[in-house]
């Protein structure tokens, strides 16, 4: 059975960084692309961004040149960088096996001053 367990979340002044990780138990990593959501209070959730097996990635409009997804096969990990945060960031993040209903419980993601 496959686990995702993301950290990293935390209160942040508008402009810093952090980085999320999401660690995967199981086997399926490697073989499937992943994807980062959040969802923020009273809205949807929605997908910030996205890679590959091949390391292509794939981000929203609101967060390009700011955030980057990265993997590491050999660690099972999923990373999100996010700089130059905003309080519109504000969410809780999740990390997902794509194609799959395979989801971590989230780590809130606070920016405010």
């Known amino acids: 059975q496959v686990q995702l367990v993301e950290s990293g979340g935390g209160l942040v002044q508008p402009g810093g960084s952090l980085r999320l990780s999401c660690a995967a138990s199981g086997s399926i990593f490697s073989n499937n692309a992943m994807g980062w959501y959040r969802q923020a209070p009273g809205k949807q959730r929605e997908q910030v961004a996205a890679i590959t097996t091949d390391y292509y990635t794939t981000y929203i409009g609101s967060v390009k040149g700011r955030f980057t997804i990265s993997r590491d096969n050999a660690k099972n990990t999923v990373y999100l960088q996010m700089n130059s945060l905003k309080p519109e960031d504000t969410a809780v993040y999740y990390c997902?096996?794509?194609?799959?209903?395979?989801w971590g419980r989230g780590t809130l993601v606070t920016v405010s001053s």
């Open positions: 997902r096996v794509l194609g799959r209903e395979i």
